[in-house]
Nanobody
């Protein structure tokens, strides 16, 4: 079965950086749209970043300019580089893969709708 395993979360002070990884098995990241979703307690959560099969990327306005999504096809792994972290970035971060889409725009839409395959998440906590 498809597995997406996130890692790299942790606790960091505001202004710090973290890099999340999502190792995929039984699915090829380059053949899927991939993305990151985060959810803080008591919120609906949001699609943070997506990368399409066409190589396009798209970010939520809240993270634009601070987060970078990328993938290493040889390692079959998705990444999220997070810089200038803020307390409002705190939450559980999930990796997702969507087979049917092509663009990052479609990826974020699908992930926001909770479609596709999902990992178990990794916790990010940013303190002020």
């Amino acid at each position: 079965q498809v597995q997406l395993v996130e890692s790299g979360g942790g606790s960091v002070q505001a202004g710090g950086s973290l890099t999340l990884s999502c190792a995929a098995s039984r699915i090829t990241v380059s053949n899927n749209c991939m993305g990151w979703f985060r959810q803080a307690p008591g919120t609906e959560g949001e699609g943070v970043a997506g990368i399409g099969r066409d190589g396009s990327t798209k970010y939520a306005d809240s993270v634009k300019g601070r987060f970078t999504i990328s993938q290493d096809n040889a390692k079959n792994t998705l990444y999220l580089q997070m810089n200038s972290l803020k307390p409002e970035d705190t939450g559980m971060y999930y990796c997702a893969a969507v087979r049917w889409c092509m663009t990052a725009f479609q990826a974020l839409d699908a992930i926001t709708a909770r479609q596709g395959y999902w990992g178990q998440g990794t916790q990010v906590t940013v303190s002020s």
